[in-house]
């Protein structure tokens, strides 16, 4: 039985708009009233400003939310007007976005209330609520595919055995007649965001890939969130492309800051707090892209460092030889880039697939060496590819003595065979020690050719290391090695040490320090004539004993040292050495009252037995000081 119910309006309806979400229908009338209406009854929810012969309605948080478009071409949401010159409007069902076409060839795409945030009525002047693009004149919109509910692009994925992954469509409709989509870039990020909160990181890789948008923003959604799930977002991609591609991208600058900095004020919103529903207002909104974070955990460090290291110790914890590319990939973009670190894990690589490639073969006994081969020179050749300059990783394969990765690089470079193949074989003639001396060399790591050096055997190893010390200032260095090889060296260790003594004289630096380095090369002339100039009282006598000299030749390196502890402005040592070396008490009383040395002056005068000094001359200098 088929069941009427008739009602009377106050004036004719002129739309009808069912909200599937919601399940209720609606009606506009020519009086601007919009209705929602069921088989009980007819309620006056809202009023748009003009009759709208488009227009559509939905239940929010805060009621019925309207949006209209009149005849005249203006675009109502509420009571407010938001374009005055609008062909056609569209909005997402999730209503977070109205989008709508202009009379000025523009697709502008506009932030309505964030769900369940209590947020309505913003204003429509601009950013941070609008964006827009050009579009070929004469556009309209047709209709916006929901994410969740087209299946077209699961079907093509499908087809095209590739990872399939939700995103908002805008279908257009050209002058022509023909039908275009297009992806504005609000409701591209905006479905990353919802992804990248989700930690659906292979959904927002895909997306970020696809519409060509900078991949750091996975890292400057949340840096500490993030850097927290770097396991989640290996195990989640899976994939080695993704992953090289990802790796390559990876900036220190924050890309959310400078290509989208309305970046936070795209929904989803953060959940709501347990025991209360936030409300937010337009400026509090706007402070969501104006306000910095929590410092993020690169600021004692640069973004690549930390993030490429923290990728790379969960890369090698899901397997470092199914990622080996990407691990490479690390190294080599890291500030400053660690092409040496990555030629270790090459070698490590390569020592552990020949180990497994020899224990798979034992029963057969053979070893499938191509295999190994291809494993450790395809990271090799992809580390090659990323570095900025191959040379440098030349350098660092030979700053590893390994000769056979020097040949494997240089082949996979642009050095020409004749330049670098003849020394190679060069090196290879020579010994271990003289070959890890030679690359030094040629590398400029004089610290590491001094400590190889020291090991030569050669005629000219000696000369070698004290020529490199003396040209490069590396004394306490070379002093160091030659000292570690014992009594073995003690030739060479005297050469240097006397080398640095003369060094140290001759430009000015610490005397006593010269003066030791002379005595531990037993060169006690030279360290007496040093101590005598630094004013070492004890070394000094220490030394005129040793050399066994004559109490005549001791009182004159003691008269020698007093000029010298004068010059100094040293008196009190200068006045023990007269009195106790010199044997001249009366040039030690002189010297201490010249300084008013006053104490010791009575003491020495008392010890030597001086009454006239201590009734004159200092009795009077102690009156004359208390009077000034």
Not at 161 to 178: C, F, I
Not at 295 to 311: G, H, I, N, R
């Amino acid at each position: 039985e088929q069941v009427k119910k008739w009602t009377n309006l106050s004036s004719p309806p002129i739309a009808m708009y069912y909200d599937a979400p919601c399940s209720t229908l609606f009606a506009h009338t020519v009086d601007g009233k919009v209705l929602q209406v069921t088989l009980q009854s007819l309620t006056t929810v809202g009023t748009l400003p003009a009759a709208c012969p488009q227009f559509k309605a939905w239940r929010s948080g805060t009621g019925v939310a309207m949006v209209g478009l009149t005849q005249g071409h203006k675009l109502y949401h509420n009571d407010k007007l938001v374009h005055a010159m609008c062909n056609s409007f569209e909005i997402l069902e999730n209503r977070s976005f109205l989008l709508f076409t202009t009379f000025a060839n523009t697709l502008v795409t506009t932030l309505l209330s964030p769900p369940d945030l209590g947020l309505s009525n913003l204003t429509w002047e601009g950013e941070p609520y609008t964006w827009s693009r050009e579009l070929e004149r004469g556009s309209v919109l047709c209709c916006v595919c929901d994410p969740y509910n087209d299946l077209l692009p699961r079907r093509r994925a499908r087809r095209a055995n590739a990872h399939s992954v939700d995103e908002y469509k805008v279908v257009m409709q050209l002058p022509r007649g023909n039908i275009e989509t297009v992806y504005p870039r609000t409701l591209v990020l905006s479905r990353v965001k919802e992804c990248l909160q989700e930690l659906k990181y292979l959904d927002a890789l895909t997306l970020l890939r696809r519409h060509r948008v900078n991949l750091n923003v996975v890292i400057d959604h949340d840096p500490h969130k993030f850097m927290a799930t770097v396991d989640t977002f290996v195990q989640d991609v899976n994939d080695v492309s993704l992953l090289n591609l990802f790796v390559s991208s990876i900036s220190n600058e924050d890309v959310i800051k400078k290509e989208f900095p309305w970046y936070a004020t795209l929904p989803p919103y953060p959940e709501p707090e347990i025991g209360g529903t936030p409300s937010l207002d337009g400026a509090q909104l706007v402070s969501l892209q104006q306000t910095d974070t929590t410092e993020v955990p690169w600021v004692k460090s640069s973004k690549t460092t930390v993030v490429c290291c923290k990728l790379r110790e969960a890369l090698q914890q899901e397997g470092a030889e199914k990622y080996i590319t990407c691990i490479m990939g690390t190294y080599a973009q890291q500030t400053p880039p660690a092409y040496e670190d990555a030629l270790r894990e090459i070698q490590a690589l390569q020592v552990a697939s020949q180990q497994k490639a020899v224990e798979a073969s034992q029963e057969v006994g053979l070893v499938d060496d191509d295999e190994v081969e291809k494993k450790w020179e395809k990271a090799l050749a992809h580390l090659i590819f990323l570095a900025q300059d191959v040379n440098a990783i030349y350098n660092h394969a030979l700053g590893m003595y390994d000769l056979d990765l020097v040949l494997k690089v240089g082949s996979r470079s642009q050095k020409d065979p004749k330049q670098y193949i003849p020394f190679v074989n060069q090196l290879k003639e020579m010994d271990e020690h003289q070959r890890r001396y030679k690359i030094d060399m040629h590398l400029a790591r004089f610290h590491k050719a001094i400590t190889n050096v020291v090991h030569c055997s050669t005629e000219e190893a000696q000369s070698d290391f004290i020529s490199l010390a003396t040209k490069h200032d590396l004394y306490s260095h070379a002093i160091n090695a030659v000292t570690a090889m014992g009594k073995e060296k003690e030739a060479w260790r005297k050469e240097v040490l006397n080398k640095f003594g003369e060094y140290l004289q001759a430009n000015g630096k610490e005397e006593i320090q010269a003066a030791y380095s002379y005595f531990e090369a037993g060169s006690f002339e030279e360290a007496l004539e040093s101590f005598i100039t630094a004013g070492n009282v004890e070394m000094t006598f220490s030394i005129c004993k040793k050399l066994k000299y004559t109490p005549q030749e001791t009182k004159a390196v003691a008269n020698r040292l007093v000029e010298s502890l004068q010059q100094l402005y040293r008196p009190i040592p200068a006045a023990r050495v007269l009195e106790f070396w010199c044997k001249d008490s009366d040039m030690a009383l002189t010297t201490l009252m010249n300084h008013h040395q006053w104490t010791l002056a009575l003491e020495t005068a008392i010890r030597c037995d001086r009454q006239d000094v201590i009734d004159h001359d200092i009795k009077n200098g102690l009156i004359q000081d208390a009077t000034e």
